[in-house]
Nanobody, 124 residues
Framework: VQLQASGGGLVQAGGSLRLSCGIS????????RAWSRQAPGKEREFVAA????????YYADSVKGRFTISRDDAKNTVYLQVNSLKPEDTAVYYC??????????????????WGQGTLVTVSS
């Protein structure tokens, strides 16, 4: 099983990007999917999650109203649309997946798989 995030890059403050995360090795349509990020010198933090049905989404307070998580199970892909970027959004962004269906979607420890990240750099 491999998760691979892509779509990062260098963008000016106020700009936008769309991050993508594909999965190979199995079908993840029944899995909860999430994004986390780790800024230089900081611990990894939760960013967003989406339930297996897509009906429920959760966001960190710092990104609410600016980031949108979505999924396309036909493509086995989850997306993170990031708008109104700020320098403090600079981080490596990781995508994850978990089998468990239940509470705790914002708890990174409950995720079974994490992939390699994609770097987002926001200049001021």
């Amino acid at each position: 099983v491999q998760l691979q995030a892509s779509g990062g890059g260098l963008v000016q403050a106020g700009g936008s990007l769309r991050l993508s995360c594909g999965i190979s090795g199995r079908t993840f349509s029944s899995y909860t999917r999430a994004w986390s990020r780790q800024a230089p010198g900081k611990e990894r933090e939760f960013v967003a999650a989406i339930s297996s049905s897509g009906a429920s989404t959760y966001y960190a307070d710092s990104v609410k109203g600016r980031f949108t998580i979505s999924r396309d199970d036909a493509k086995n892909t989850v997306y993170l649309q990031v708008n109104s970027l700020k320098p403090e959004d600079t981080a490596v962004y990781y995508c994850g997946a978990r089998r468990y269906i239940g509470p705790g979607m914002t708890d990174l420890k409950t995720y079974d798989y994490w992939g390699q990240g994609t770097l987002v750099t926001v200049s001021s």
